[in-house]
Structure formats: structure tokens, C-alpha cells
């Protein structure tokens, strides 16, 4: 006989409850995913192939990885920077810059990819100064990457907020009382205590970045092999009715988002682990007496 | 090393957490700033070790001015409430960071970082626990790591803030004894701050009792528990009746303190200066008995006289030999009171201040 809890919901509950989140993910996460790689390789493997090896697609992968590979790292030196003043010092204006870190998640990317344009487009406010320089940023590269690490740069400072305010100022205080530099204080004792929570936002700031759409579409111009990121490739390929180009592309997109996924599920796991660990149960503390410390005097 | 503090101020926004505090700490000593918390006591160690800038005043270090001496030269070894053990670290690295982090210079060879490093884990008893992780001890474990990790770089002056609050009773006994001997092998000055005045009277060499950001007074425990300078030096350290003289006129001992009570001075007694009998004693007065707790080698017997709350406290055999129940009268008579005047009570409040 099974041991009933008398907090459990009835088997039925469960089983409905389990059947309609499964059955949710399945419509509306696997069964798209499947539809993906089904229409890429409707012709066969030898089409997707050609469909990938295409120059254009190929400029747009590059681009793609590009714009990350630069936006990642001025993510992760606002975001430690961003969350170490939150979380550590006191000062005035402090709500008011946690608001402004949250900006772009309620700001539309459209709205974002615009500002830019108002800014350094050709009839922006700095427009005719760029040009007169011959500055490239709207339609181009720089432009791209503004616009990416607007909608992006929230992601790093909102994991590692909470993390460091949990761990408090006193081991960084001890260091410096034990005769620390700063530089060594932040490379031995905040780095490792933040690393996780930093790899977790750095990843989750990846996935978006490579998969923003509606920012990245406002500033870029749409210039094929140029400007043309793997997600606006791909919505040019549909709208000429490239099933198969659109679609190979696609699965491009879905791969770095399942490698995501993973990354992000292990350094998840990683995460538990290592707060598992801080907080694991102490052992009972001995009760015998230290004995009287024995020192030797010269 | 001898600590100065001069005429040191501390505001946070509206709240005076130091008001012109000054005290001198000499060589050798341990001493316990003791106070409720909010009291100061905290922000004081903190100024002490460089990790908070005072508003006003100064810090001298052996004569020396110290207040704008960054921390990390201060050569002060600090111990926190929470331990602040480097989670990351094994107990060795922990112990040996202070060492680790010197310019290369200055920097020990590995071989005498090893050496210092496990003497120290053997000072504290604890060697055999160099390849654990701070997650993975006890609370008094890991609290005397943070010790080992403070005297690795040879501080001049240990500060310990609320060393024992986190660990329960028996350790924190153990603990306290222990670290007194540490003290006393060391050659260094202590200043440790606590909230709990048993562990400040039965650790420290001085006792520095604070309250609002003031010092209230200064001296050995015996003193400062038998000859207490103010209402509230009283009033926190132990238990304490409290009798409002002009309500109590046949207080005939009281009056004759000749300390010259005043209409609405008040007059302290501790609960074991209080005799009580069931038969009349002279110049007593009459209380009923109210409840009878018995606490350990005590009991304490709670009074009703006049409206208010007398607490007595009785040994085992004295009170088996009375025989106490509910709602009997009994006779007491105060062996000693202490009288203030009213005026001096006010910051410390009107009730009984029990704990």
C-alpha cells in the first residue's frame, strides 16, 4: 500500500494538470521544432546544404556571431559594474538606476531600433556631423551593435543583483582588512563568487542577442550580405517564398537555441550545486574543549 | 598596540550612531564594547578597523594618527559575526590569503606560507580540517578559521565583531573561555563587541558599556556590574527592581543612603539583594507571592506590592525551606538599592527592565 499525504491533489488532478503542461510544450514547442526541421529538409539533405552554403546566408551567420561576440563582453562589464553599485554600496539615485536597468525589457525593440535612428540617422541629431565625418552607424555594423546591446544589456545586472546582494559586503571586507588591493579583492574573492550567476546572464544575454529581430530590423537596412542578421535573413527567404532557404536558416536559429538551452540547463545545475553546498547542513559541533593553546615562546 | 579614539562623531542621515565618543585602549588589553544594538558599538569597531570614515574626531594607532589610513595598511585583524569565510576557499587558502595577497616583495615563499599557515590551523586545533570548505564545518569551526585567517598577517590589534552571536550557548561558552587564552598567549589588544553582558563580564579585562551612540561608563567587569555609574549601566547589566521613592516612603534603607533622595528619585536593587521571609522583618513591607519560577540553581519569585512587580531571586534551599505558594504574603527588605536621581533615569525608561 501506498502512503497517501493528505496535502497530495487526487491522482486525477494530477494526471490533467501534468496532460495539459505537456500537452501545451508539445504543441507549441516540439511540434513547431519538428515543423522547422521538416520543411528544411522537405527536398533532402543535399538542398539544406546548398540552402546553408549560400553566401548570403553564410554573411548573415557571420554577422550574427559578430554583433555577439562584440556586445558580449560590454555586457558583461556593465552588468558586474551596474550590480556592484546596486547591490553593494548605498547612494542617492539608486532605485531610480535599478528602474533604468529594466528599461529595455519594457521598452519595445522597435522603439529602441528607432531611437537610434532619431539619433544617428540621416536626418537625426547627429546625422549631418556623421556624415561630414563619413561615420557609418545607421544601416551598418555599429548600428546593429548599439541596437543589440540596448535590448540586451539588462540580462547580466538583473542575475547578478540578487545574487550579490545575498552575499553581502563581508568577505570583500575581510580581504581588503587582510590587505587586499581592490584588484585583488575583485579577482579572488568577488569573481569566483559571482561566476555562475555571470555565465547564466552572459548566456540568456547570448540567445537574445543572436535572436533579436525587431531593434536589429529597424537600424540595419536590410542589406543583403551586409546587414542582414540570420533572423532578418530568414524573414527576407520567407517573404520570396525560399521555403527551404527560410526554413534551413531556421534550424540554425533553433540549433543555438537548443545549445542554449543546455548550457543554460548546466550551468543551472551548477548553480543549485554550489548554493546546496553553502547551505548545507552543518555538522553538530563538537563539544569537547579546545584545550588551552600551546605556544611556544623563544 | 595602544588604540586612541578621539572626540569621533558618526551620523547615518538622521540617525547619531557615535556623538563625540572618545576612549583609550591600551596595550595588552581585551576589552568589550557592550551595549544594546543601535547603541554604536558596531559602527566604532568598524571605524577602529578602517572600514568606516568617522564624521569628526580621530583614531591613533600606538600614538600614531591612524583615521585616514586605509584599511588594508592598518594591520588589523578583524573577525565578523557571519565568519566571511571565502566560500570558495579550502580552510587553507582562507588562512593563507592575507599572506598570498602581498606585493611580491614582501610575499613569504610557499614553503613558509605552508608552514605559517598549518601552525596557525594548529593553534586553533584545527589542522586537520586544511582541505575542507568553509560549507562543510561547524559554526564554531568555522569562527576560529576566521580567527587563524585574522592573525596570519600579524595584526597589531584583534577586532572581533560579535564573534560568538551566531553559535548557540555551549559553543559560544567554550568559545569565549578559549579565545580569553588565545588573548593572552597573543600579546595583542582585543576589542571585541557584544550585546551579551555575561560574555563581556567574564572575557574581557575592561568593559566599555555604550548606549546612544555615548559611552555610560568604564571598568572592570567587577565594576562596572557592582558599582554601575548611571540607571542604565544597571539596568542592562542583570537583573533589576525598580522603585520610585516617593511612592515608596517606607523605604527606610533607601533614605539612608544619604544620597539625598529627592521626590521622584529612583532607587535600583537587584533581585538576590532582596531578603525575603515569611515572618515579619524589620523596616520590610508586605508583597504576595504572584508566580515561582524555577530556573536552574535558582528561583525566582515574582511579587505583587502596591501595583507593581517585585522580583526576588531565591536559592533552591532558601526557597524549599520557605515554602512559597501563589497569593501568600511574604516579607522583604532590600540589602542594598542604588539611588539616581530622577532625572539621570529619563534616557533609560521608567519600567523594569528585564531580560
Known amino acids: 500500500m501506498t502512503v497517501r499525504r493528505a496535502t497530495a491533489e487526487p491522482r486525477w488532478v494530477r494526471l490533467l494538470l501534468t496532460g495539459v503542461a505537456l500537452g501545451f510544450l508539445f504543441l507549441f514547442l516540439v511540434l513547431p521544432l519538428i515543423a522547422v526541421f521538416w520543411e528544411a529538409f522537405a527536398q533532402g539533405a543535399q538542398t539544406y546544404w546548398e540552402a546553408l552554403k549560400d553566401s548570403e546566408a553564410r554573411s548573415a551567420m557571420l554577422l550574427t556571431l559578430t554583433i555577439a561576440a562584440v556586445v558580449l563582453p560590454f555586457n558583461i562589464a556593465f552588468g558586474v559594474a551596474a550590480a556592484w553599485a546596486i547591490a553593494k554600496f548605498e547612494f542617492r539615485g539608486k532605485s531610480l538606476l535599478t528602474t533604468l536597468i529594466d528599461l529595455p525589457f519594457a521598452v519595445s525593440p522597435v522603439v529602441a531600433g528607432l531611437i537610434f535612428i532619431i539619433l544617428f540617422g540621416a536626418q537625426g541629431f547627429f546625422g549631418s556631423w556623421l556624415a561630414a565625418n563619413d561615420i557609418k552607424i545607421i544601416f551598418a555594423l555599429p548600428g546593429m551593435v548599439l541596437a543589440t546591446l540596448f535590448v540586451t544589456f539588462p540580462f547580466v545586472a538583473r542575475e547578478l543583483i540578487p545574487l550579490m546582494q545575498a552575499q553581502g559586503r563581508d568577505e570583500e571586507e575581510a580581504a581588503i582588512s587582510l590587505g587586499a588591493s581592490g584588484w585583488q579583492m575583485f579577482w579572488r574573492v568577488t569573481v569566483p563568487n559571482i561566476k555562475w550567476g555571470l555565465m547564466y546572464g552572459v548566456i540568456l544575454a547570448n540567445a537574445r542577442a543572436m535572436g533579436e529581430f525587431g531593434a536589429v530590423s529597424v537600424v540595419s537596412g536590410h542589406i543583403r550580405g551586409e546587414t542582414n542578421t540570420l533572423p532578418l535573413h530568414v524573414e527576407i527567404l520567407y517573404n520570396e517564398y525560399n521555403q527551404i532557404g527560410a526554413f534551413a536558416a531556421a534550424t540554425v536559429l533553433a540549433f543555438l537555441g537548443l545549445v542554449t538551452l543546455v548550457a543554460k540547463t548546466v550551468v543551472e545545475w551548477r548553480m543549485r550545486k554550489e548554493t546546496e553546498m553553502l547551505t548545507a547542513d552543518l555538522p553538530p559541533e563538537k563539544t569537547e574543549l579546545p584545550p588551552t593553546v600551546a605556544t611556544e615562546r623563544p | ?355
Request: aromatic fraction near 8%; charge should be neutral.
Open chain 2, 1 to 355: 598596540m595602544s588604540i586612541e579614539i578621539r572626540n569621533i562623531s558618526k551620523r547615518f542621515g538622521n540617525f547619531v550612531a557615535l556623538d563625540d565618543l572618545s576612549l583609550d585602549i591600551p596595550t595588552g588589553e581585551l576589552v568589550a564594547l557592550l551595549g544594546p544594538s543601535g547603541c554604536g558599538k558596531t559602527t566604532l569597531l568598524r571605524i577602529i578597523a578602517g572600514m568606516e570614515t568617522p564624521d569628526a574626531g580621530s583614531v591613533l594607532f600606538g600614538g600614531q594618527e591612524a583615521t585616514h589610513v586605509h584599511a588594508r595598511e592598518r594591520q588589523v585583524g578583524f573577525v565578523f559575526q557571519h565568519y566571511a569565510l571565502f566560500r570558495h576557499m579550502s580552510v587553507f587558502e582562507n588562512v593563507a590569503f592575507g599572506l598570498r595577497v602581498r606585493p611580491r616583495k614582501e610575499r613569504p615563499s610557499e614553503a613558509e606560507i605552508r608552514e605559517r599557515v598549518m601552525g596557525l590551523l594548529k593553534l586553533v586545533q584545527l589542522d586537520w580540517l586544511a582541505q575542507r570548505y568553509p560549507s562543510q564545518l561547524s559554526g564554531g569551526q568555522r569562527q576560529r578559521i576566521a580567527l587563524a585567517r585574522a592573525l596570519a598577517v600579524e595584526p597589531k590589534v584583534l577586532l572581533l565583531d560579535e564573534p560568538f552571536g551566531a553559535l548557540d550557548t555551549k559553543v559560544r561558552k567554550e568559545l569565549r573561555r578559549w579565545l580569553r587564552r588565545l588573548h593572552d598567549e597573543m600579546h595583542i589588544s582585543s576589542v571585541f563587541v557584544t550585546h551579551d553582558q555575561e560574555e563581556a563580564l567574564e572575557v574581557a579585562d575592561r568593559v566599555v558599556v555604550m548606549n546612544r551612540g555615548h559611552i555610560e561608563q568604564i571598568g572592570s567587569p567587577d565594576e562596572v556590574y557592582s558599582s554601575p555609574a548611571s540607571p542604565f549601566v544597571y539596568q542592562f547589566l542583570g537583573n533589576v527592581n525598580v522603585f520610585h521613592s516617593r511612592l515608596h516612603g517606607s523605604w527606610a534603607e533607601v533614605e539612608r543612603e544619604g544620597e539625598a533622595p529627592t521626590a521622584g528619585s529612583i532607587a535600583f536593587v537587584r533581585p538576590h539583594d532582596i531578603e525575603l521571609d515569611v515572618a515579619p522583618l524589620a523596616g520590610g513591607m508586605t508583597a504576595g507571592v504572584r508566580h515561582v519560577h524555577r530556573i536552574g540553581p535558582l528561583v525566582r519569585v515574582e511579587l505583587e506590592h502596591d501595583g507593581e512587580t517585585i522580583e526576588v531571586e531565591l536559592t533552591r534551599e532558601r526557597a524549599a525551606s520557605l515554602e512559597l505558594p501563589v497569593g501568600k504574603t511574604v516579607w522583604i527588605k532590600p540589602r542594598q538599592a542604588k539611588v539616581f536621581a530622577a532625572e539621570a533615569t529619563a534616557p533609560a525608561g521608567k519600567q523594569p527592565f528585564l531580560f
